[in-house]
């Protein structure tokens, strides 16, 4: 097990299409383990490979801090198939750190994806856990939460993370 380093915004990985995986080998169960230990010491609720910086279809997700009954997710390859609903909760990424804002979301997802093993499931997600979905299955895609933001809010974004990025490079 190893803690891999987070990429911030903007490294250009995190910009990028993933491809999807094709090995259900050794290397990916070793990453997938890497990528939860990962996230439980930054602590997140999920963290897609993107961010490890490795461009492909993999995210690891554990909402148990608010959902009592969520557990380790790690899903391959993950589609969202249905979508139900509308949410806006706060959110924040490993990859932006110290910034949170509102996002709309749909309320429900259902998510097509394979196992470490490559055998598919389907799981559908509500709360935390279908924002998480929806957050991670973004990354895949080259998306980040603060490009669901409106054009002001952005720009107000860039201001912050300037301020952000220039008080973590003093105290370094
Ligand atoms: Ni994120």
């Known amino acids: 097990m190893a803690l891999l380093k987070i990429r911030h915004y903007p490294d250009p990985v995190l910009k990028k ?3 999807p995986v094709t090995e259900f080998d050794e ?3 070793q990453l997938a ?3 939860a230990e990962t996230m439980y010491a930054a602590p997140g609720v999920g963290l897609a490979a993107p961010q490890v910086g490795i461009s492909k279809r993999l995210t690891v997700i554990d909402c148990s801090v608010r959902d009592e009954e969520a557990q380790l997710l790690i899903l391959v390859n993950p589609e969202i198939i249905h979508r139900e609903g509308e949410s806006c909760e706060e959110e924040g990424c490993l990859s932006v750190p ?3 804002a509102k996002v709309d979301r749909s309320a429900k997802v259902r998510v097509r994806f394979q196992d470490l093993d490559g055998q598919p499931h389907v799981i559908e997600a509500e709360g935390l856990t279908s924002v ?10 080259g998306i980040l939460f603060v490009d669901h933001l409106s054009p002001l809010k952005r720009s107000i974004f860039r201001k912050k993370w ?3 990025e220039e008080h973590r490079t003093e105290q370094m």
């Open 17 to 19: 299409v993933a491809v």
């Open 27 to 29: 290397t990916l169960r």
């Open 33 to 35: 383990h890497d990528m």
């Open 98 to 100: 110290e910034y949170y």
């Open 132 to 141: 998480a979905c929806q957050h991670e299955i973004d990354h895949l895609d």
């Open 162 to 164: 300037k301020k952000i």
